[in-house]
């Protein structure tokens, strides 16, 4: 078992033809994932690598394939644009790995892709990835192996990490889902936390947290009010020094100051194991593996 | 990015905001003449990208053009959180009846863009926020629909009885979202927004912080960067695309990704040791950020050791490895260095580096106590 993606996961790549869109399309047939289509305007009727067809449209490219998924890696300014195209074509997950998104543009994406029953992961995140089964997104394969841990973070390399860490150490992972650290995403930590706890095969899970934000402490309520599999948490920024804050308008809307001791505090009350360094997730995990 | 407030001024202006008229200057003999010809009371006020200015001493009140040139003296040697102050805005000091809150921020929790407005404005405004909070009015606006009439009506009459005041203050508060929307920002702030004894609503500050992502689809935003109110370090790292914070410690780190930079900073602390600097090359590398990395991290005297962490996922780590090369063979290192890749292409960045003399390790924990060791002179563990 695993959570958003499985073997089952048919994926359209849009932004095939592009540097990152080819190179990661390539990775990802290569570790199993099923690409059935790509999109690229201006390229419908070709074939990537000789073998998958490419669409001018998402609509075209759902007609033929039936596609679940979807993994954008168009540039930042035309990113908005194709998240939106996913789901008025009716994409049910999709997964934008395209960092530098203005964030205007998301406050209209996010009630779009809602309203359309969709599911979005970032914009901005390395994606996901079911160790065995399908990897959508830019996370390299073989730091990952198959086991129970579920792993959910804020960041991309300190996933890898952490991940390396877990197989290392005999660790193997469900599946591990980069959220992205933009200000409006579309999958958060609470999703992931909750599609972790229905998830059978996933008996412990890490999450990767960072400075600044309250989602770290809303994520420690709901682990507090409604998880009953253990979670060991991490906190990045522990020795980040406090910034020249513009204005006034950030402190009053959060009604905190985002510190890695706030966050660390919130993990502790909510009965969570904390780990300090990233190597301390191998012992913590271990602990509370049954 | 951040814009200073006399930019901010002029953009709120041009959306149709009331402010006062004033002018930047770089010297004492400008303040002085920009008084005169102002005449009455002025503020001089520093333009520097910090928080919490006023309390810093950088905002005065003058009554004489005399008075101004002094304190404008004072006030242009000033350092704020470690930036130096290098213009003042000079404007006429308003009388003032009341002070008001109007800021718009991007709220992460809500996904909206959401106005916040409160009737006790002032610089104390988040002591009121965390004490009183039902004296803020908070309203999320839908992106879609933009701030409607009955909207910014409803934030006005929150602030004023009067209503010909709530109607001036709901006039400014759709323009201020407008140049919100307008300019890419993430932050537009009034504090405070004063009504004059005779009942004019007026800005007396303007703030505004602006996405780093709209600046390509906003050049004449671009254009008000200020690269001198900027630590040069950071200057020079954004310039070769690089992330850059300097910190007070000795151990230089050269990291790939934000996370990770952190999680390395927060473990040479672990280990006794104090980082220099926050870097984050970022994502698709190549050895030229490797080369402009190490140029600005030797810049910095009190580094006494230089730790590279880089897990190569997007990032090569042979290029990290070309890159190592490349910069020393220009610039030999006067401090030794520690080396943990691991990652994408790992077996050809070892071979590269060891053919240049250098040794790496694939674990992040021996690596950065032995960086940590270094930097101190073998004293910490």
Not at chain 1, 42 to 47: E, R, S, T, W
Request: charged content about 25%; overall charge neutral; some cysteine.
């Amino acid at each position: 078992m695993s959570i958003f993606i499985d073997d089952k996961t048919t994926v359209i790549v849009q932004g095939i033809t592009g540097r990152d869109g080819s190179f990661h399309t390539k990775q990802m047939i290569e570790y199993g994932t099923k690409i059935v289509a790509g999109v690229t305007p201006g390229k419908g009727g070709q074939k990537f690598e000789d073998k998958v067809p490419i669409f001018n449209t998402v609509a075209d490219a759902m007609a033929t394939t039936k596609a679940n998924t979807s993994v954008i890696y168009v540039p930042p300014m035309f990113a908005a644009d194709a998240i939106m195209e996913a789901a008025d074509a009716g994409v049910r997950f999709i997964v934008a790995i395209t960092e530098g998104v203005p964030v205007l543009d998301m406050m209209r994406v996010y009630p779009y892709v809602k309203e359309k029953g969709a599911r979005l992961l970032g914009p901005n995140c390395p994606g996901l990835i079911s160790p065995g089964k399908s990897k959508v997104g830019i996370i390299p394969g073989n730091i990952c192996t198959p086991g129970p841990i579920g792993v959910v973070s804020r960041s991309g390399t300190l996933t890898y990490e952490i991940v390396y860490q877990l197989t290392r150490a005999g660790l193997g992972q469900t599946t591990c889902v980069g959220i992205g650290g933009d200000p409006i995403n579309g999958t958060n930590f609470i999703d992931c936390l909750e599609a972790f706890e229905k998830d059978k095969a996933t008996k412990v899970i890490c999450m990767m947290g960072e400075i600044g934000g309250t989602d770290e402490q809303e994520a420690a309520a709901y682990v507090k009010k409604t998880m009953k599999k253990p979670v060991v948490g991490f906190i990045a920024g522990q020795t980040a020094p406090p910034g020249r804050r513009m204005g006034h308008a950030g402190a009053i809307i959060s009604g905190s100051s985002g510190t890695a001791a706030e966050k660390i505090d919130a993990f502790k009350d909510a009965g969570m194991g904390v780990a300090q360094r990233p190597v301390d997730f191998v012992k913590l995990v271990k602990a509370r593996m049954k | 990015m951040n814009i200073h407030e006399y930019q901010a001024k002029e953009i709120f202006r041009d959306a149709g905001i009331p402010i006062p008229p004033g002018e930047v200057a770089s010297t004492p003999a400008e303040v002085e003449a920009i008084a005169r010809k102002l005449g009455g009371t002025v503020v001089v006020k520093a333009q520097v990208h910090a928080g919490g200015r006023g309390k810093a001493g950088g905002v005065k009140l003058a009554k004489t053009p005399e008075e101004a040139r002094q304190v404008a003296e004072k006030i242009l040697k000033l350092t704020i959180k470690d930036l130096p102050v290098l213009k003042v805005l000079v404007t006429p000091a308003a009388e003032i009846a009341s002070e008001a809150y109007v800021g718009i921020i991007v709220d992460r929790t809500r996904k909206k863009a959401v106005f916040m407005v409160s009737a006790a404005g002032g610089i104390d405004i988040e002591e009121v926020a965390a004490k009183t909070p039902e004296k803020i009015m908070y309203h999320p606006v839908d992106a879609r629909y933009g701030l409607l009439d009955f909207e910014a009506q409803r934030m006005g009459f929150f602030l004023y009885k009067d209503a010909k005041q709530a109607r001036a203050a709901a006039k400014i508060m759709k323009a201020l979202y407008q140049a919100f929307i307008k300019s890419g920002a993430s932050l537009a702030e009034i504090n405070p927004l004063v009504v004059t004894p005779k009942g004019e609503v007026l800005a007396l500050d303007a703030k505004m912080v602006v996405d780093d992502n709209e600046l390509d689809r906003h050049p004449e935003i671009a254009a008000l960067r200020d690269e001198s109110a900027e630590a040069p370090s950071e200057v020079m790292a954004r310039n070769a695309n690089l992330t850059f914070i300097k910190l007070d410690g000795n151990v230089g780190c050269v990291v790939n990704g934000a996370g990770l930079a952190m999680a390395t900073m927060d473990l040479v602390k672990f280990y006794g040791g104090e980082p220099a600097n926050f870097l984050d090359i970022g994502g698709s590398s190549n050895p030229e950020k490797v080369v402009n990395a190490l140029r600005i991290i030797t810049s910095d005297p009190n580094v006494k050791a230089i730790l590279f962490n880089i897990f190569g996922g997007i990032t090569r780590t042979d290029d990290v490895a070309n890159g190592i090369v490349q910069a020393t063979k220009l610039n030999p290192l006067k401090v030794p260095i520690v080396i943990r890749l691991t990652g994408t292409n790992e077996e050809i960045a070892m071979k590269i580096l060891t053919e240049n003399g250098f040794t790496a390790s694939s674990d992040m924990d021996e690596a950065v106590k032995k960086a940590v060791k270094l930097a101190t002179g073998g004293k910490a563990a």
